[in-house]
């Protein structure tokens, strides 16, 4: 999450993004098990969009928006990130090398959990790095509350009226097809304007046993269908 406040300009913010290669992230941290996408709706939801854009790693082009937007490169930005989360204490190092490359320099604070929440979008922070669990077929409560809350949140008090109408339009809609619709539309605000932006979206493991059969976990859980479960002899 941007602190909007203190990073103001999305084109800054956009090629934050595109200085990092977030899919050999995935490879190298998560060994490959996840994905980049951006915004709130990942490639597994069934609201997903595949018409959806996803920002590019791109590091010439990174340079080239922060020459046009005057960035300062003896800015050092101020980077948080929880202790508790190895990968992304992993991640934030490599990203830090990533964006030197590009002419932004970030200073990583690694907090504990409890520091990492109470800093988030106050003046301390400029970027805030926490890993979130996102419910994958209803995203409203989740984006009322990160990204278009008016006062102190993670964006630092981000806003804005379409997604505003977006996100109450999903509230009537009459089926998936204009929930996608109106999630895409805010999906396609997070990637123009970045208040925030995905690192990646880790993919959920698990074992099942062979004695167990029609054990089929879902999207929505391990047990979506334990009704159907039948355990051999």
């Known amino acids: 999450f941007f602190n909007t406040k203190k990073v103001t ?7 934050f993004v595109m200085a990092i290669d977030r899919q050999m992230l995935v490879d190298s941290l998560l060994s490959g098990h996840g994905e980049v996408t951006d915004g709130f709706v990942m490639k597994s939801s069934p609201l997903y ?16 928006l922060l020459q046009d937007a005057g960035w300062d490169s003896s800015t050092t930005l101020q980077y948080y990130v929880a202790s508790s989360d190895d ?3 992993k991640a934030a190092q ?3 090398q990533e964006l030197s490359e590009v002419g932004i320099s970030i200073n990583i ?3 504990d959990f409890d520091t990492l929440m109470s800093v988030g979008g106050t003046d301390d922070v ?4 926490v890993q979130y669990t996102i419910t994958p077929n209803d995203f409203y409560a989740d984006e009322l509350g990160l ?3 008016e006062g102190t949140s993670w964006t630092g008090g981000w806003t804005d009226p379409d997604v505003d109408t977006a996100l109450q339009n999903t509230q009537t809609a009459k089926d998936d097809t204009e929930l996608t619709k109106y999630y895409k539309e805010i999906d396609d605000k997070m990637i123009s304007d970045v208040p925030m932006f995905s690192m990646y979206f880790q993919s959920n493991l698990g074992l099942v046993s062979n004695r167990l059969k029609n054990a089929e976990p879902s999207l929505y859980g391990a047990y979506d269908n334990i009704q159907d479960w039948e355990i051999t002899q």
């Open 9 to 15: 300009d999305a084109n800054v913010r956009k090629a």
């Open 49 to 64: 969009d595949d018409t959806k854009e996803t920002i590019a790693y791109d590091p010439d082009g990174a340079k080239k």
């Open 87 to 89: 990968t992304a204490v």
């Open 94 to 96: 490599v990203i830090q």
């Open 109 to 111: 604070n690694t907090v």
């Open 126 to 129: 400029d970027v805030f790095s």
């Open 147 to 149: 990204v278009d809350t």
